[in-house]
């Protein structure tokens, strides 16, 4: 592993141990944590369901959507978050909510609940999903049209 990518993992992973504790009991120079997003509820509102019994597993996916392109209706059957790098994303529920994300935004996805993305800005969209399931259990599973 090169240096730069050890030292920013090593970062990445004191930010989210720091970031587990609250407030900071102490500081560290040169280094801010910075909650992003913290819910018990998916953005529409929906409770997310407990944690699965078995191994977990942890899956981090970077998409890349062009202008225009739309994802298919789908659903995720484990709870999972991103973050909006890039561009604008629009997300649609069976149920027809709508949910605008733009660069910077958060977004704590629906579980079990069919929905689809769509760009519809000009610029390509960049998006990085965490998901937390188990061993074995799909991070989406798409839907009939």
Do not use: C
């Not at 930010?15 to 018990?40: D, F, P, R, W």
């Amino acid at each position: 592993m090169s240096r730069p990518r050890t030292l920013g993992l090593l970062l990445a992973g004191l930010s989210a141990v720091l970031a587990g504790h609250g407030a900071l009991a102490y500081k560290i120079s040169g280094v801010q944590v910075e909650t992003l997003a913290k819910s018990h509820t998916s953005w529409n509102g929906t409770p997310l369901p407990a944690y699965r019994t078995g191994q977990p597993e942890v899956t981090i996916v970077k998409y890349h959507i062009a202008p225009g392109a739309e994802l298919p209706p789908h659903l995720h059957p484990v709870i999972n978050a991103g973050v909006m790098l890039k561009g604008e994303l629009t997300v649609v529920s069976d149920t027809g909510e709508r949910l605008h994300l733009k660069a910077g935004d958060t977004i704590v996805e629906l579980v079990d609940q069919v929905h689809q993305g769509r760009n519809d800005g000009t610029e390509p969209v960049e998006l990085i999903v965490f998901y937390a399931g188990n061993v074995g259990q799909p991070t989406k599973i798409l839907q009939d049209n």
